[in-house]
């Protein structure tokens, strides 16, 4: 199978296309990317040079090139990891947003269309169904209520799939997934950045009282879903994918001091009052838990716990302190600033 990965070079996509080099001995892997500031091909330097990847830089949302690359490649598949993926970016700033999730997305399908690609598997998030209370479990069937710039966009991406498949029968299934961590995730979503923060102690900034709950799912649990349902999947269905781990974000961040203090052989205590309560995040969604029965009938559920994933995730950082000095030059201190400095925590 010839499938071509857009967002490769980001954080769960070079998962994903380490993962099908890996574990598809039959499928090529074209990896499309714009290379933004998340995008890294130093995530993807032990297989650069593997028989069955090759990159091409470029722009989801450019017609053109799309048009070109899928009248020269005959896709069997797509999948678009390609997004803007952080909430707080979206809340300064959503046009790029709108461009990449929304426009990008579109140009993608109408070249899957024309050029009759036989799967597009759309790389969506729990995020489109808004926010959950104390109790609940959102079901596929789950109204869309987004909330952030950054999920209406991506909503409005699914929506647009739905319709490519109900008008055009273009074969496309949609994932919905909890939030991922583990190896190669930029410092602005939580973990890596409490990570790297409590090793160089600074101020760990929690958002409002840090009882908004998130489900966490290790990456490569995700990665394993995705290529199932890319196989599996039946067209013009939703699956979400969850990791079942809920946890408040206060006890991910003690756990981050607890492990990381036990690595280090430092004290967790020391550790755990670097946490500085900031001021929220606006419009932050309290809590999200999905109900996965539909991608566990593929055969499919989560192997990693949270510890372990934690522990594994905290290692790999520990030893790729290059590779972090590298993402957190230039543009990051800039962002870093933008978000943190109004809350007293550069
Ligand atoms: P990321 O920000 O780490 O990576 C995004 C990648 O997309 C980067 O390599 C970037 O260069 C590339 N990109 C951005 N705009 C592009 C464009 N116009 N054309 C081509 N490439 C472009 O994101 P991630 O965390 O790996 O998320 C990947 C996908 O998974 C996204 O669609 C996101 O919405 C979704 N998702 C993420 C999570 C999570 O917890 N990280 C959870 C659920 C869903
Ligand atoms: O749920 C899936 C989504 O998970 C994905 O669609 C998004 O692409 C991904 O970024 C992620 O969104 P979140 O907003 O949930 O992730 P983030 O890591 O930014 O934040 C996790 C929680 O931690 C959230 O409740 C906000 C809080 N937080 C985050 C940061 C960066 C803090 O308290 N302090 C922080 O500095």
Redesign the pocket.
């Given at each position: 199978m010839k499938l071509l990965v857009?967002?490769g070079?980001?954080?769960?996509?070079s998962n994903f296309v380490r993962y099908v080099l890996g574990e598809r001995p039959d499928w090529e892997v074209v990896n499309?990317?714009?290379?933004?500031y998340?995008?890294n091909l130093e995530n993807l330097k032990d297989v650069e040079d593997h028989p069955r990847y090759r990159f091409v830089r470029?722009?989801?949302?450019d017609r053109e090139l799309m048009d070109h690359l899928f009248s020269e490649e005959s896709f069997d598949a797509v999948a678009n990891?390609?997004?803007?993926?952080?909430v707080d970016r979206s809340i300064l700033d959503p046009t790029p947003f709108l461009r990449?999730n929304v426009q990008?997305t579109q140009v993608l399908l109408e070249a899957a269309r024309k050029y009759k690609v036989g799967r597009f598997l759309q790389?969506?998030?729990d995020e489109v169904y808004g926010s959950l209370g104390e109790t609940g479990r959102f079901t596929e069937e789950s109204p869309l209520l987004p909330n952030s710039p950054y999920a209406a966009s991506?909503a409005a991406a699914d929506l647009l799939c739905r319709a490519y498949h109900r008008t055009y029968g273009l074969p496309v299934v949609i994932t919905r997934?909890s939030?991922?961590y583990g190896p190669y995730q930029?410092p602005e979503?939580l973990i890596p950045l409490m990570t790297l923060n409590a090793l160089e102690g600074k101020p760990l900034p929690v958002y409002g009282k840090g009882e908004n709950i998130r489900d966490w799912l290790y990456v490569e649990d995700n990665c394993r879903a995705i290529a199932l349902v890319l196989q599996r999947g039946k067209d013009g269905e939703v699956y979400n994918i969850g990791g079942g781990q809920e946890l408040r974000n206060i006890d991910v961040v003690e756990r981050i001091c607890e492990l990381l203090a036990c690595r280090i052989g430092r004290d967790e205590g020391e550790l755990k009052a670097l946490i500085t309560f900031v001021e929220d995040r606006p419009g932050h969604d309290f809590r999200y838990a999905l109900s996965c029965d539909k991608v566990r009938r593929l055969d499919w559920s989560p192997e990693v716990s949270f510890d372990l994933g934690l522990e594994r995730t905290i290692d790999w950082y520990l030893k790729n302190w290059e590779w972090v000095g590298r993402v957190r030059s230039g543009e990051y201190k800039e962002y870093y600033e933008r978000i943190y400095g109004p809350r007293g925590v550069t």
């Open positions: 857009t967002g070079a980001g954080f769960i996509g499309l990317d714009k290379l933004t998340a995008g470029g722009d989801i949302a990891f390609a997004a803007e993926s952080h990449t990008g790389v969506s998030t991506k997934s939030n991922n930029l979503k």
